[in-house]
């Protein structure tokens, strides 16, 4: 099985960036809507934000908008994150997958696709 890999987690302090990345190599990757999720010790996975077939739309959860911005290069079959003002409040692991559909929100068993995870640690 193809798993995307997500990379570039790491500790930042608040208010500061980082920028996940996420390689699908062996998908047709323009032919999956790509998401990111966040996963907090004692808390339920969590959509974070997600990118149509070919970038052309975006949706991002509440708690994200407009400090997180999701893009895709289907020419480097990969997914960015691109995390702004960060909080303590998004520290995860931060998952990447890759589905077939699209509706907003839609929920993690609507991605055929997993990635191992990479944390994030922002701290106060």
């Known amino acids: 099985q193809v798993q995307p890999v997500e990379s570039g987690g790491g500790l930042v302090q608040a208010g500061g960036s980082l920028r996940l990345s996420c390689a699908a190599s062996g998908l047709t990757f323009s032919s999956y809507v790509m998401g990111w999720f966040r996963q907090a010790p004692g808390k339920e996975r969590e959509f974070v934000a997600a990118?149509?077939?070919?970038?052309?739309?975006?949706y991002y959860a509440d708690s994200v908008k407009g400090r997180f911005t999701i893009s895709r290069d289907n020419a480097k079959n990969t997914v960015y994150l691109q995390m702004n003002s960060l909080k303590p409040e998004d520290t995860a692991v931060y998952y990447c997958?890759?589905?077939?559909?699209?509706?907003?929100?839609?929920?993690?068993?609507?991605?055929?696709?997993w990635g191992q995870g990479t944390q994030v640690t922002v701290s106060s």
């Open positions: 990118i149509s077939w070919t970038g052309g739309s975006t």
């Open positions: 997958a890759a589905g077939s559909t699209w509706y907003a929100g839609q929920p993690p068993r609507m991605y055929d696709y």
